[in-house]
């Protein structure tokens, strides 16, 4: 029973010390380019997560659209490199948002939580950066144009009104252009799967990773349910539930599982997997 007792301490440990070890690789710094505005200006948000190793050494969950008050979310865009410091690989991976106030006063951004996954022992942690305060100035009011006298505003409003039922008259004859329909949810998956092949195919870990958010963009738009920050299990009940043909709930549930598990797995895989999935896919969306 001691030695059982003992080999248990052990283990908690060892596993704590590789917790306390990966936490020290990987750092998150975060910052603003400014934190005093105009209304008609825009503020620019910088997270570098740096961390020893290359770039598969961890795997990182989709960030998630920050929450802020009287701010707006107007972009985001990221990149990754990898140098050397003192012969020791160093990787840096930097999200980019820009924001635009919605109105004056104090502007916030609520702190942001970064999920990631050690590879290949797949340990999972997070990071967080801090809260964010900004102050954005009051708009400027706009100059009140100066008034016309009375007799050229009939003149103008004469002129435009004539002008418009020339108008009215001669667009009457002529055949109303045919309205373009919106694209269906199916039809904009296979436009980004077709990006996806040219742009990631030969990247596998991004290719998945791709693969799975455009998944997400599509039962969100086609079954109008939200999926953005949930784990893959509580997707895969919600489809359940869904009044579809079976072979849609089959085919979506096996596709969410398996990209979402290759999204974090080492990069392997059997030859030509990828071209036949990529095959099915696109075979199954051109028959709905």
């Avoid at 400014?34 to 200006?41: A, D, G, L, M, V």
């Avoid at 160093?90 to 919605?102: D, L």
């Avoid at 020339?166 to 799967?193: G, S």
Wanted: hydrophobic residues 45%.
């Amino acid at each position: 029973m001691k030695i059982s007792n003992l080999i248990a301490a052990i283990l908690i440990l060892f596993l704590l010390v590789n917790l306390q070890s990966a936490a020290a690789d990987i750092s998150l710094s975060a910052h603003l380019d400014k934190t005093n505005i105009s209304f008609e200006s825009s503020v620019e948000l910088s997270l570098e997560v740096k961390w020893q190793g290359g770039i598969d050494r961890y795997a990182f969950e989709i960030l998630p659209i920050p929450t802020t008050k009287n701010l707006q979310v107007m972009g985001t865009a990221s990149s990754i490199s990898t140098h050397q410091e003192a012969a020791v690989d160093m990787t840096i991976r930097t999200f980019n948002y820009a924001f635009k106030p919605t109105q004056g006063g104090i502007g916030t951004i609520e702190p942001i939580i970064l999920r990631y996954v050690l590879m290949p022992d797949s340990i999972p942690g997070e990071l967080s950066s801090q809260r964010f305060q900004i102050m954005v100035a009051e708009p400027i009011p706009k100059k009140e144009s100066s008034r016309l006298p009375l007799f050229l505003a009939i003149v103008g409003f004469v002129a435009v009104l004539s002008t418009s039922a020339i108008y009215l008259i001669f667009t009457k004859r002529k055949e109303k252009a045919a309205i373009e329909p919106a694209k269906a949810p199916e039809e904009i998956f296979l436009e980004n799967l077709a990006v996806l092949k040219k742009e990631s195919q030969s990247d596998r870990k991004q290719f998945f990773t791709r693969l799975y958010r455009l998944f997400i963009l599509f039962i969100e738009a086609k079954y109008n349910l939200p999926c953005q920050g949930r784990a893959t299990s509580d997707l895969l009940a919600e489809l359940e539930n869904l009044e579809i043909s079976h072979e849609s709930k089959e085919r979506l549930a096996d596709w969410l599982t398996l990209t979402g598990k290759e999204k974090y797995a080492p990069i392997s895989g059997e030859p030509g997997d990828v071209v036949r999935l990529i095959s099915e896919i696109e075979n199954f969306f051109n028959r709905k």
